[in-house]
């Protein structure tokens, strides 16, 4: 992975995240582009790299872009471990099993999202939530999911490979 590549094409996500979706969307619902790109780079670059995206992207969610902390942090984590998992059965050809996946943990996210809300002592109407939360989000992941997905394969070296895959 070319650690520039990826640091500048985080920061412009973080700036389209941050600045330019606010704009362009409006309303309650956006697509999460900080979360389909922890998604995505866990997927394709192992829990290493998962990790770290999860942490950082977690943390200027949470932090800069004005969210109570942990609200994002912590279901980030957990689903890049999941991703990182799953990644290492996934090639680049499979772009219908990694759409399947970013709407999986979409959901998912959804999920462990409002389950954060709760224990933190939030009221919150779980259906909802959900409801209202879960149809615009998986429409926009799905139409997103596979343009980041390719930027996110631009990223990766040709002589990365995962531990656990030496044949390839």
Known sequence: MRKLACLVT??????LQGSV???LFGGVTQPNLIF???????????KKVAIYTALLGGFAQDVVLGNFFGI?????LIIAC??????????????????LVVLAATFLDL????????????YINIIAYLVEFSVPMLIYHGILALPVDHLVWKLRRKEMYYSFADFR
């Open 36 to 46: 389909l790109f922890v998604v995505l780079m866990s997927l394709h670059h192992g």
């Open 111 to 122: 999920v462990l999202t409002c389950l954060v809300l709760l224990v933190s002592g939030q």
């Open 72 to 76: 994002h942090l912590l279901p980030y």
């Open 82 to 99: 999941i991703a990182s998992y799953i990644g290492q059965y996934i090639e680049e050809e499979q772009w219908l099993l990694t759409l």
């Open 21 to 23: 979706l606010p704009f």
């Open 10 to 15: 985080a920061f412009v996500v973080f700036i």
